[in-house]
């Protein structure tokens, strides 16, 4: 696990920031008759206007600057021009920036249009385990209390937690040990400690946990074609407690 200075989380800030603008842009952009390839090349632009190279392009071949995750995709859907969002649709935005040598990743998962009550459910309660996670964040806490939380919020709304895929380390690579699991039990795993910064990623389902891939290598699906949500931040290990990169807190 490498640690890094307060200097180096002062560019990984920013790293953030740029991430965060992003997202915000493109959710405003997304609605019905958009497609996902528009909102790409959106991101591309701004990261690039910005003074950031995308960090998911050119990834282990990964085409493209942003993840969009429509439905039943959990994570790493690709974007598309024949891909247009419709009324109702739930769609997922993954981004990535390396900026000044630092790696910044983040997501979320927002409405197109009006969505159902139970796909509002869903969202709310992925942002609120990744709430909940942030908050263990913090020295004297155990790496495994992330997961725990996500898991017991998830599963007390009727919902399941996705094994297959997790979060990670993050700095000058984008997966850094350790790998940060979103179930298990607490109370396990090295000590988090200041410097320490992670890309925690709960995803949840509102069925089965289960995955099923595309022939594409990446598209990742729910087993039982329900809905999925995604929501992540970089969150930085201090002192004082846990630091979410890139949203304007300390
Ligand atoms: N947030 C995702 C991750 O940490 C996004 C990676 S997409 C990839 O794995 F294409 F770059 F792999
Ligand atoms: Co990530």
């Known amino acids: 696990m490498v640690l890094k200075t307060p200097d180096e989380l002062a560019v990984m800030d920013r790293a953030n920031a ?33 003074g ?4 998911f392009k050119g990834y282990r071949g990964y085409p493209a600057t942003l993840c969009t995750s429509v439905n039943d995709v959990i994570v790493h859907g690709i974007p598309s021009a024949e891909h247009k969002l419709r009324d109702g649709d739930v769609l997922g935005l993954d981004c990535g920036v390396v900026l000044d040598g630092f790696v910044g990743d983040a997501a979320i998962t927002v409405p197109v249009g009006e969505i159902s009550p139970a796909a509002k459910r869903l969202l709310e309660v992925t942002r609120e385990c990744l709430e909940l996670a942030v908050d263990v964040t913090r ?3 155990r790496l495994t209390d992330i997961g725990a939380v996500i898991q017991k919020h998830a599963e007390a709304a009727g919902f399941s937690v996705v094994r297959e895929l997790v979060g990670h380390g ?8 350790p790998q940060v ?3 298990g039990p607490s109370g396990r795993g090295p000590e988090l400690r200041p410097g320490l910064v992670l890309a925690i990623e709960p995803m949840v389902n509102a069925g089965v946990s289960g995955v099923n891939f595309d022939d594409d290598g990446w598209t990742a699906r729910t087993e039982d074609g329900k809905l999925s949500a995604h929501f992540e931040y970089s969150v930085a290990v201090t002192k004082n407690g846990p630091w979410v990169l890139g949203v304007g807190g300390t």
């Open 139 to 141: 020295p004297g806490r």
């Open 181 to 183: 699991y979103n179930f």
């Open 18 to 50: 740029l991430v965060h603008e992003t997202l915000r842009l493109v959710a405003e952009a997304a609605g019905p008759g958009v497609s996902t390839r528009e909102l790409d090349h959106l991101a591309e632009e701004h990261i690039l206007t910005g």
């Open 170 to 177: 993050i700095g000058r690579s984008m997966h850094e040990d």
């Open 52 to 55: 950031g190279v995308p960090a």
